[in-house]
């Protein structure tokens, strides 16, 4: 006789895949999160480096910084982003 399984055994994935976070996307869709990721990572880079020029009157360095900092951002969230896939 066999026992039961107990309650709290986890199940196998039933698409076969066992993806970091449980989530899964489409190929569309993650593309489209890399864009967004990007667009938003340089935008606020470049956001707060305008503002940090309006206040503190050292145009175009903050500017600049902001858009470098922002670019990196970006470089580095979507790197973690396709490394998910990987």
């Known amino acids: 006789?066999?026992?039961?399984?107990?309650?709290?055994?986890?199940?196998?994935?039933?698409?076969?895949?066992?993806?970091?976070?449980?989530?899964?996307?489409?190929?569309?869709a993650a593309f489209a999160a890399m864009g967004l990721t990007a667009a938003i990572s340089v935008g606020a880079g470049v956001g707060l480096g305008a503002w940090f020029d309006a206040t503190e009157h050292s145009s175009p360095t903050?500017?600049?910084?902001?858009?470098?900092?922002g670019f990196v951002a970006a470089v580095v969230s979507i790197v973690q982003q396709i490394r998910r896939f990987l």
């Open 62 to 69: 903050g500017l600049l910084v902001g858009l470098v900092l």
């Open 1 to 28: 006789m066999t026992s039961p399984e107990p309650p709290d055994a986890k199940s196998p994935d039933p698409d076969g895949e066992s993806g970091s976070g449980g989530q899964s996307f489409s190929a569309p």
